[in-house]
């Protein structure tokens, strides 16, 4: 702490706790402003304005509680009251339009009483519930320096006017898709075959299934600072199905590990104009799973939680949400599409929302705000096989929510929110069906008369997966001189031969008497419309 000389009234600024912030994140908490005046005669008090001054590409974010006054959640509190002590903040931080205009980046607290302490006294004014937007435009502009100043130009010199009040990191998490077990990174995307369905009960009713059955991959998200995931207020894992209440958040002097910052419950404590109070958070950090180019047919599922604490998998850190109007902004609410599957363990369908298939997740209060976590989400996928399922691969992209452009503060958007910094990555692709699917087997051969030979043909489909619409076609004779004038094949359209099933083919070829002698072939093609695939057989005859 500065020295203060002891009979002139001074105050000296200080950095309460330098927290870590990550890029792209709009709603950053900063560490609080501390001044700490000493000296002066007893009782004698000054009038002014506190400045904030931000700089480096950064705005600040606290939210707006008052459209009209631009008065925001920012709050001053002196001499480090306890929780039960406040009943309302002694001044309130506020967007003074000539301050701004659209910039934020100077935060006012206006006709601050400042009271000289005395010869043997100091007064500890502190400055809270500061967040800004962290860039991504100019990456080398952190740490993050605010400047105190003061309106009333005859207070004393602040010798230390240039705080730093967090320190820059590159993001909060990285996401990667790893295989179903989760053990190792995907060296290629996940091959499903659209012939062959998967988790076709899954797909057909969905509401049962264990996300242990039938996974497709796992997407791990892991932090990049310890701080980079945290939950909603002070609060005590109850399991994995519940969002506790928060509690009031006590001044420590360090920085806050909640996404709430500091708020009380007192009924002169402000709050926005829908009812939030100064200092508390909307939701916990979110995480979402992205999924774009989802083929046509192909249901996702994802389970309700994480696998859980590395040290006890029945800790979960994250629950399942659901999301409402604009992407994230609902609070903690019942995890929507399946039936029944609130419980741990369960799955939810992924929800669609701007032409992507979205999981959302938040925050419970197991996550450990001291070391790094990292999460693994099961990730199913499910689809009924056939020509109605779509090719394609799609593509998986995860990070931190909820999702917002908005870098400048504002009464309704929800705290927290970051910027999407999420890269999207191959991980599943539906395929076309392999070749060949069957095999022909020729059962017997003869002229039926004069000029029409007759072949007798079984078809078999000896693979796990249904073959849809099997046709045959292109049927001609070798060489062509040998002047095949008519053909039948009874049926000519097999249709779909479910796994080792057969059928039989009667095919009819009219041969003139002069090409009887020739040496020739009868040449066919198998072609389905499960996919691009053909097969081509011939005898001779």
């Avoid at 609130?342 to 032409?355: A, D, K, N």
């Avoid at 009464?411 to 999207?424: E, F, G, K, M, N």
């Avoid at 395929?431 to 043909?457: G, I, Q």
Wanted: net charge positive; charged share 10%; with cysteine.
């Amino acid at each position: 702490m500065p020295v203060l000389p002891a009979q002139v009234f001074q105050c000296v600024s200080q950095a309460s706790g330098t927290p870590s912030v990550g890029f792209g994140e709009q709603t950053a908490q900063l560490g609080d402003v501390i001044l700490i005046c000493a000296g002066g005669a007893t009782g004698a008090q000054h009038t002014t304005d506190v400045l904030l001054d931000v700089g480096g590409g950064f705005r600040f974010t606290s939210r707006v509680n008052d459209a009209a006054t631009l008065t925001n959640e920012a709050v001053m509190l002196v001499n480090e009251p306890l929780v039960a002590q406040v009943s309302a903040p002694a001044a309130v931080g506020t967007y003074k339009q000539a301050d701004n205009s659209t910039s934020y980046t100077r935060m006012r607290f206006a006709g601050v009483t400042m009271t000289e302490p005395g010869p043997s006294g100091t007064n500890v004014y502190r400055f809270t519930n500061l967040r800004v937007s962290v860039p991504t435009s100019n990456l080398t502009q952190l740490p993050v320096s605010v400047t105190v100043s003061y309106s009333n130009v005859s207070l004393p010199v602040n010798p230390n006017p240039v705080l730093t009040l967090a320190v820059g990191m590159a993001g909060g998490v990285t996401s990667q898709m790893r295989t179903a077990n989760g053990l190792s990174p995907l060296s290629a995307p996940v091959s499903l075959s659209r012939c062959l369905p998967n988790n076709l009960s899954l797909a057909n009713a969905p509401g049962t299934a264990s996300y242990t059955e039938g996974r497709t991959l796992t997407v791990r998200l892991s932090e990049t600072m310890p701080v980079g995931l945290r939950k909603r207020g002070e609060s005590t894992y109850v399991d994995g199905n519940t969002f506790p209440a928060i509690a009031q958040t006590p001044i420590t002097g360090l920085p806050y590990t909640t996404q709430s910052m500091f708020w009380v419950t007192a009924a002169g404590w402000p709050k926005s104009a829908g009812n939030v109070p100064s200092g508390q958070a909307n939701t916990g950090t979110r995480v979402f799973v992205k999924f774009t180019s989802v083929p046509s047919g192909v249901r996702i599922f994802g389970a309700s939680n994480d696998q859980g604490s590395p040290n006890n998998a029945s800790i979960k850190r994250v629950r399942a949400v659901a999301m409402h109007g604009t992407l994230g902004t609902a609070g903690p609410t019942a995890v929507q599409g399946l039936a029944n599957t609130t419980i741990e363990g369960g799955l939810v369908e992924s929800q669609l929302f701007g032409g992507a298939r979205w999981l959302l997740y938040e925050m419970l209060p197991s996550i450990d705000n001291t070391s790094f976590e990292t999460l693994d989400l099961p990730i199913v996928v499910a689809h009924k096989g056939g020509t109605a399922v779509g090719l394609g691969t799609m593509k998986v992209q995860a990070g931190l929510g909820p999702i917002s452009a908005l870098n400048t503060p504002d009464v309704t958007t929800t705290i927290p929110r970051y910027q999407d910094l999420s890269v999207a990555q191959n991980a599943v692709t539906i395929a076309a069906c392999p070749c060949p699917y069957f095999r022909t087997t020729l059962d017997s051969k003869s002229y039926v008369d004069t000029n029409t030979a007759e072949f007798r043909l079984t078809v078999t489909n000896n693979t796990a997966s249904p073959i849809y619409n099997l046709e045959m076609t292109n049927i001609r004779g070798v060489p062509a001189s040998m002047g095949i004038t008519s053909l039948t094949a009874t049926p000519l359209v097999v249709g779909t031969l479910a796994p080792n099933q057969s059928a039989t083919v009667t095919v009819r070829v009219n041969v003139p008497t002069a090409a009887k002698t020739q040496n020739k072939t009868l040449a066919y093609r198998w072609t389905h419309g499960s996919g691009s695939c053909s097969l081509t057989q011939q005898w001779g005859f």
